[in-house]
């Protein structure tokens, strides 16, 4: 998942129903697709940070919803060269419904033109999402069977950034945040941590970090064998991990990352999902409500979620005085 910030924390089913959608869009259309679900809000998952501050999250924790910044609506030039890199790319039309801008959130979808509900936003083809296939033949080879998806993707993520500008995906790299601009516990010093030894998020914050220095352990002797790859560190790994679990989706067709799709910030109260066609080989949203030109366009977080509104101290302090008062 742009820089994107919030202050919500996220925890849901990995998994939404596929089930079949009849959808309107602007010719009388009828497909048949599946639903998909970000990976990265299951509180028990084994592949995510537990208490993600994710990259909706401010870093002055300062708004406690995401349409409560307004009139942020400004572009940079690396984001108005995004969409079009992107459109070259897969060789067809994603979107003239939305254009990428900066929102107190980092980047963000907005409107371009009046949105009716029932419009498809957005289309974004197989050939232009990355999956574990995007993982290079040389270092699939040699790779554990062990290895799990949510870490090939990471590793395909640490390998095009070693590329810089000669990677193909070096645009969408480049958005994606780095050390520094991850607001999660796993990054938390021991210090930030020990204030919240008394919940349960520390248990589980442990019990995640642990798991990711495993997984990078496990993927070392394979880096090792490539001169370029072997600088990559366990930070590197942690937020190319991060990376992964706050924004791949999983469909039926398993676990992929879907530049552009995933600047869309999410929202409690939107219905907007993405809808995987296997038959024409594209994902896309649909819009669940109408839009006006300049509005920041959102998209369903999943069924259940945890809202944290205020800074990492004022949370400490709630849960001290939750476990000090009777």
Same mark, same amino acid.
């Given at each position: 998942?742009?820089?994107? @910030? ?32 970000? !990976? $990265? ?20 924790? *300062?708004? =406690? ?24 790319? /897969? ?12 929102? +107190? ?38 790779l554990s069977d062990k290895i799990g ?40 010093? *021991?210090? &930030?941590?020990?204030? !919240? ?6 248990? &589980? ?6 798991? !990711?220095?495993?997984?990078? +352990? +496990?993927?070392?002797? $394979?880096?090792? @064998?490539?001169?370029?790859? *072997? =600088? ?7 937020? $190319? ?42 994902? *896309? ?6 839009? /006006?030109?300049? &509005?920041?366009?959102? !998209? ?21 005085? $939750?476990?000090?008062?009777?």
């Amino acid at each position: 998942m742009s820089h994107s @910030q919030s202050s919500a924390c996220l925890i849901h089913a990995s998994r939404l129903p596929c089930t079949p959608r009849t959808l309107k869009h602007d010719v009388l259309t009828t497909t048949m697709l599946h639903c998909g679900s970000r !990976i $990265a809000k299951l509180f028990r998952s084994p592949v995510t940070p537990p208490f993600n501050f994710p990259r909706r999250l401010l870093i002055k924790f *300062e708004f =406690s919803s995401l349409f409560q910044a307004k009139g942020l609506n400004t572009s940079d030039e690396e984001s108005d060269e995004f969409l079009p890199w992107l459109e070259r790319k /897969a060789r067809t039309k994603i979107s003239s419904m939305l254009w990428i801008g900066k929102s +107190a959130y980092g980047r963000s979808l907005f409107a371009s033109e009046n949105i009716r509900t029932g419009d498809c936003i957005l289309k974004v083809p197989y050939s232009v999402e990355i999956t574990p296939d995007n993982l290079l033949p040389k270092i699939r080879a040699i790779l554990s069977d062990k290895i799990g998806t949510v870490s090939k993707l990471a590793i395909i993520l640490l390998v095009e950034r070693k590329m810089g500008q000669s990677s193909g995906w070096a645009p969408y790299i480049c958005c994606l945040p780095q050390h520094g601009e991850i607001h999660s516990t796993i990054f938390w010093s *021991e210090y &930030e941590l020990n204030m !919240i030894c008394q919940s349960s998020v520390y248990q &589980e914050t442990v019990n995640q970090k642990a798991k !990711i220095e495993k997984d990078f +352990a +496990a993927v070392v002797p $394979a880096l090792q @064998q490539f001169p370029d790859l *072997e =600088s990559i560190t366990l930070q590197d790994f942690m937020c $190319a991990y991060f990376s992964v679990t706050s924004r791949a989706w999983e469909s039926t067709k398993g676990l992929s990352l879907i530049p552009f799709t995933d600047f869309m910030n999410h929202d409690g109260g939107s219905k907007s999902i993405v809808l995987f066609d296997d038959d024409k080989m594209f994902s *896309e949203v649909i819009a669940d409500r109408n839009y /006006a030109p300049g &509005e920041e366009c959102a !998209i369903s977080r999943g069924r259940s979620f945890i809202t944290l509104r205020s800074s990492p101290i004022r949370i400490c302090k709630s849960f001290y005085k $939750a476990f000090r008062d009777p």
